[in-house]
């Protein structure tokens, strides 16, 4: 395809605006986590900064840049001030390969593909900047010449680190079912079907769970939000932070939990598919069928961050080695095992003749088995009975 | 062409700002600042592929792995003053023998015609993925069977003993 | 060693299966979260809303005026010497002739003084008065000050208005 000026120009606004959105969708999480906390505790919630409170994050920004920026004496300052920029860097690089809709028909025959750049790695792109993401932390403690921070940071690496295995793992049996890594070409497969029926959530219950379990503990949200402890580390990993350079590691892991979102639904739910499409396509034409489309993406999105919102107002978090023990001994495993049932629900269709529904059938009693061995496993472990003493 | 020139010098002097710096830490970041720079080697050949599992596995895993280990380590107390002179003889030979094998290598290569043998979806995963799984299966098993082998070892001697205390 | 004969024996369990595969718990969590998210706030919002506090409730002082608009009270002292926090201080006077419709006793309060930093609102001040002349309105807190000039509050402040009088609500 020639680069003309104008798709040029066109993927110029449409990157700017990704960002941007990016960014907004980011500072209105914060003012949407303090709503669903407030919500779910049966308050109100912030409500003085403007109607409703929707200034509030303009407030929290005015007072992130008001406050001092403090440089520890001792801290090695180039890094001390580089890393969280890092952090936002490499939280806001994900959503490049984002697809966030259809082809946009610019007119002249210029078509533009609604994704920053499809690259026919995308996801792995994804990874490689999520692991990425772990020296945003890592180093950003060893800067601040703090053993605390050192440990939160240490902490938090080793977290993003074993989770990240089993993340590239439920992965992989999305690979094997669509047989690319361009996310576009995910979604397109996920796109011919009966709706939302050939999503990929139908054939992979499995990776679904271990992959939003793994978002988790990649965007340091609670149940696994162990690299910020007070009682234990003083703060974390960003205790000698403040102003705006702590404000850059708590906005990075909001742009981090829209960006998951994102890529969440785009693996799992079907992208910027939605009901209907070929009917709003021959109703509107291509156009509004892709913004409606982009419109269903950031809604799936937005679902996301509630979900990571939900789940932060309800649950404790894990201990530390609860947490390691999870990941290592529980979504490994799994996942493992996910691996090898989807190729077997992938091979039975194919080798027995049997219509497209029978892997569904299958990738779903692969829970059954993975129950029973759970059951054997249990039976097999677990003492009867423990006495303890209390006085 | 121009971009080509400018990403070497910026490989090259991150390279070489790995062995200058003084502290280990640095010397780490400039080490995956140099696997970024590669990273970006393989992007103009496009080689995607290899470039995003650079990396994730260089940059992402192990150069993280480093850093935990220099954090972890305290070098202002284990760092000797000053090398013995055996240690340096030893240095300079073995650095000078790379020197001339390097050299050697380059004189016996042709740097005539090479670039047309090379379609421009060799570095796709699709056509990455036949070499590896038809022409070289068996030496990519192999490897695989060599990690494995390298896991277990790692698991033996990461084993508590019975009766053995580590905190 | 039993110290006490209380010693109770607890039988902890191994964790079942579903509680080892935290997912139906973690479920169980979420349902009940969201089912807080569509109730009603059990907060108010605070300054523009204000909950009744009972007809008891110890708020600000008023030194109370009688039905013909006299005031009741005739400095005694005894809620000085009953105050705890000794945030109290009056001088008394002699009621002049003429001055029966502001004072209904011989003897008046020429300075009535509270000093509200001090002041605990225990209302012990309201018990002792023989009067009925000093309460603690039910109705209305205390103003916030901001500068420490502000803080000891006189007869201008105490004394009811006439043309908004205090009425407690077990009174009616």
Known sequence: ?391 | MNFWYFLTALTLLSALMVVFAKNPIHSVLYLVFTFFCISGHYVLLNAQFLMAVNIIVYAGAIMVLFLFVIMMLDLRKNVPESKSNLTKLAGAVLGGTLLVVFIAATRHMNLGNGSGAIGAQTGMVESLGMILYKDYLLPFELVSVLFFVAMVGAVMLGKREAGERNF | ?172
Not at chain 3, 48 to 58: D, S
Request: aromatic share 12%; glycine share 8%; with cysteine.
């Open chain 1, 1 to 391: 395809m020639e680069i003309t000026s104008t798709l040029f120009a066109a993927k110029a606004i449409y990157i700017g605006l990704i960002f941007a959105i990016t960014l907004g969708v980011a500072a209105y999480s914060t003012y949407g986590e303090r709503i669903v906390a407030a919500w779910m505790q049966d308050r109100v919630g912030p409500d003085r900064a403007g109607p409703f409170g929707i200034f509030q994050p303009l407030a929290d920004a005015v007072k992130m840049f008001m406050k001092e920026d403090f440089i520890p004496a001792n801290s090695s300052k180039w890094l001390f001030i580089a890393w969280p920029c890092l952090s936002m860097l490499t939280a806001l690089l994900t959503s490049a390969v984002v697809p966030f809709g259809d082809k946009l028909d610019l007119g002249g025959g210029i078509e533009m593909d609604l994704q920053g750049i499809d690259v026919n790695i995308g996801i792995l792109w994804v990874f490689g900047i999520v692991s990425l993401g772990v020296y945003g932390i890592l180093v950003g403690g060893w800067a601040s010449n703090n053993k605390y921070s050192l440990l939160g940071a240490i902490r938090a690496a080793s977290q993003n680190i074993s989770y990240e295995l089993a993340m590239g793992l439920s992965i992989i049996a999305i690979l094997m079912m669509t047989g690319s890594l361009s996310t576009k070409v995910i979604v397109e497969t996920q796109q011919n079907g009966a709706g939302f029926l050939s999503w990929n959530i139908w054939s992979q219950p499995i990776g679904f769970v271990i992959f939003i379990v793994c978002a988790f503990a990649e965007c340091n949200r609670t149940p696994f939000d162990l690299p910020e402890c007070e009682t234990e580390l003083i703060g974390g990993y960003h205790t000698e932070y403040s102003s705006m350079k702590l404000g850059f590691y708590l906005f990075s892991e909001y742009i981090n939990m829209f960006v998951s979102g994102a890529v969440m639904a785009t693996l799992y739910f079907g992208g910027y598919d939605y009901p209907f499409n070929e009917v709003v396509e021959a109703q509107f034409g291509q156009n509004i069928a892709a913004l409606v489309g982009v419109g269903a993406l950031m809604g799936k999105a937005l679902f996301f961050v509630f979900v990571f919102m939900w789940v932060r107002w309800t649950l404790p978090r894990f201990r530390y080695d609860q947490l390691m023990n999870l990941g290592w001994t529980g979504l490994i495993p799994i996942s493992m095992f996910n691996v090898v049932w989807t190729g077997l629900s992938i091979l039975i269709p194919t080798t027995f003749n049997l219509p497209a529904w029978a892997s569904i059938v299958v990738s779903w009693s692969g829970i059954g088995v993975l129950l029973i061995g759970l059951i054997i496993y249990h039976g097999a472990t677990s003492k009867k009975k423990t006495v303890a003493l209390a006085h």
């Open chain 3, 1 to 172: 060693m039993n110290l006490s004969n209380r010693t109770k024996v607890l039988e902890q369990e191994e964790m079942t299966l579903s509680e080892r595969i935290y997912l139906p718990a973690i479920l169980g969590g979420m349902a009940t979260t969201l089912k807080h998210f569509f109730q009603k706030p059990a907060t108010i919002r605070y300054p523009e809303q204000t909950r009744y506090l009972g007809p008891v409730y110890r708020g600000m002082h008023i030194l109370k005026r009688d039905e013909s608009g006299a005031e009741r009270c005739t400095a005694c002292g005894l809620c000085a010497v009953a105050c705890p926090a000794e945030a109290i201080s009056m001088v008394a006077e002699e009621r002049k002739k003429g001055e029966e419709t502001l004072y209904r006793e011989e003897k008046y309060a020429k300075v009535y003084e509270i000093n509200m930093l001090r002041c605990i609102f225990c209302g012990l001040c309201e018990e002792a008065c023989p009067k009925q002349a000093i309460y603690l309105r039910h109705d209305k807190m205390a103003p916030v000050f901001e500068d420490r000039n502000e803080v000891i509050f006189g007869k201008d402040k105490l004394v009811e208005k006439m043309d908004q009088r205090y009425l407690r609500d077990g009174w009616k």
